[in-house]
């Protein structure tokens, strides 16, 4: 079982739409979470980071934590065609270790 | 947020010889980074930077192939040597400006073609 894992999609939504981005982590003892966005041929930027189970909004942004299930989720309300962009879920394991492990990522395409 | 200067963004590269990426951060970071993003992969670690002592490597990266400088805690470089088409990938310096794991940066990344 791979450490962090996410859809490889690509997932496609219609602009306006919701589209939401799943990733699943095996460290139950798992501290922090991040979304990264990464345009193709860029580097990753950071959108978001949650630590507590629940829901987070940014903006359009909403990451939902859920520990006991061992996922967090990205959600994009009233997507539009510059989201389009693959999404890395990232996870800080317990331990100590401050170094993320990032999961494949999901691509994600939303459509006029 | 820091700012972080990735250079060279992109080169081409004949095998066998070298090419040294260098990043600079606008601030003090207690924590650098070099990743490894392969064509539809995600980053794969490849050693920690320590200021004023040798790299920490991760299992798969050793110091011959990937030797790694930190002279001070703005300016890292990640040299990779004896190149082989294998090597082609984006080359990513990262830091941790809180120093405590609460989120990362990236430079602009280094897309590297050997031929």
Redesign the interface.
């Given at each position: 079982q791979k450490e962090v894992e996410q859809n490889s999609g690509p997932l496609s939504v219609p602009e306006g739409a919701i589209a939401s981005l799943n990733c699943t982590y095996s460290d139950r003892g798992s501290q922090?979470f991040?979304w990264y966005r990464q345009y193709s041929?860029?580097?990753?930027?950071?959108i978001m980071?949650i630590y507590s189970n629940g829901d987070k909004e940014d903006g359009r942004f909403t990451a939902q934590l859920n520990k006991a299930s061992q996922y967090v989720s990205l959600l994009i309300r009233d997507s539009q065609p510059s989201d389009s962009a693959t999404y890395?879920c990232?996870v800080?394991k317990s331990g100590g270790?401050?170094?993320?492990t990032?999961?494949?990522?999901t691509s994600l395409i939303v459509h006029p | 947020s820091a700012v972080i200067s990735q250079k060279p963004s992109r080169d081409i590269c004949q095998r066998g010889t070298s090419l040294t990426i260098q990043c600079q951060v606008d601030s003090q970071v207690t924590?650098m980074?070099w990743y490894r993003q392969q064509p539809g992969?995600?980053?794969t670690?490849i050693a920690?930077a320590n200021q004023g002592s040798e790299a920490t490597y991760e299992s798969g990266f050793v110091i011959d192939k990937f030797p790694i400088s930190r002279p001070n805690l703005t300016f890292s470089t990640l040299t990779v040597s004896n190149m082989s088409p294998e090597d082609s990938s984006i080359y990513?310096c990262s830091v941790?400006h809180s120093?405590?794991?609460?989120?990362?940066?990236?430079?602009?990344?280094t897309?590297l073609t050997v031929v």
């Amino acid at each position: 079982q791979k450490e962090v894992e996410q859809n490889s999609g690509p997932l496609s939504v219609p602009e306006g739409a919701i589209a939401s981005l799943n990733c699943t982590y095996s460290d139950r003892g798992s501290q922090s979470f991040f979304w990264y966005r990464q345009y193709s041929g860029k580097s990753p930027e950071l959108i978001m980071f949650i630590y507590s189970n629940g829901d987070k909004e940014d903006g359009r942004f909403t990451a939902q934590l859920n520990k006991a299930s061992q996922y967090v989720s990205l959600l994009i309300r009233d997507s539009q065609p510059s989201d389009s962009a693959t999404y890395l879920c990232a996870v800080r394991k317990s331990g100590g270790s401050y170094i993320p492990t990032f999961g494949r990522g999901t691509s994600l395409i939303v459509h006029p | 947020s820091a700012v972080i200067s990735q250079k060279p963004s992109r080169d081409i590269c004949q095998r066998g010889t070298s090419l040294t990426i260098q990043c600079q951060v606008d601030s003090q970071v207690t924590m650098m980074f070099w990743y490894r993003q392969q064509p539809g992969q995600s980053l794969t670690l490849i050693a920690t930077a320590n200021q004023g002592s040798e790299a920490t490597y991760e299992s798969g990266f050793v110091i011959d192939k990937f030797p790694i400088s930190r002279p001070n805690l703005t300016f890292s470089t990640l040299t990779v040597s004896n190149m082989s088409p294998e090597d082609s990938s984006i080359y990513l310096c990262s830091v941790d400006h809180s120093g405590v794991g609460t989120e990362a940066f990236f430079g602009q990344g280094t897309r590297l073609t050997v031929v």
